[in-house]
C-alpha cells in the first residue's frame, strides 16, 4: 500500500514563508512526477507546481517567483518552499504522485490527505 504524508502547513502572516513537505511510502517500485494542488474554500482545485523525474518544474503564474518545488535525494519526498505568502495563498494544499508500486505494475495517481496553510495578519 502506497501513502502520501503531508506535513508543514500553518499560520503564517502576509510577507512570511512555510515549507511544505510530503513523503512518500510503501510498496514503491518508482515514482514519476511529484505536484502541489491546492483547493481554497468554494473554488476548484488547482495545480500549484509540478516537478518530474528529471527535476523539471513547472507553476501556476499566481505563485511564479515565490514557490519552489524540490525533490531530495532518495526521490521520495517533495518539499514547497513558499515565500512572499499572500493571504490569497490561504488553502488546503494537496500533493500527488504518479507511483508504481512494482515493476510489471501500472503507474496510479495517489493523493495526500491535504494540509491547511492560512495567510492572515
Known amino acids: 500500500q502506497v501513502q502520501l504524508v503531508e506535513s508543514g502547513g500553518g499560520l503564517v502572516q502576509p510577507g512570511g514563508s512555510l515549507r511544505l513537505s510530503c513523503a512518500a511510502s510503501?510498496?514503491?517500485?518508482?515514482?514519476?512526477?511529484m505536484r502541489w494542488y491546492r483547493q481554497a474554500p468554494g473554488k476548484q482545485r488547482e495545480l500549484v507546481a509540478a516537478?518530474?523525474?528529471?527535476?523539471?518544474?513547472n507553476y501556476s503564474d499566481s505563485v511564479k517567483g515565490r514557490f519552489t518545488i524540490s525533490r531530495d535525494s532518495a526521490r521520495s519526498t517533495v518539499s514547497l518552499q513558499m515565500n512572499s505568502l499572500k493571504p490569497e495563498d490561504t488553502a488546503v494544499y494537496y500533493c500527488?504522485?504518479?507511483?508504481?508500486?512494482?515493476?510489471?505494475?501500472?503507474?496510479?495517481?495517489?493523493w495526500g490527505q491535504g494540509t491547511q496553510v492560512t495567510v492572515s495578519s
Open positions: 516537478i518530474t523525474d528529471r527535476d523539471i518544474t
Open positions: 510503501g510498496n514503491i517500485e518508482s515514482i514519476k512526477a
Open positions: 500527488n504522485a504518479d507511483i508504481s508500486p512494482g515493476a510489471t505494475m501500472p503507474i496510479y495517481r495517489y
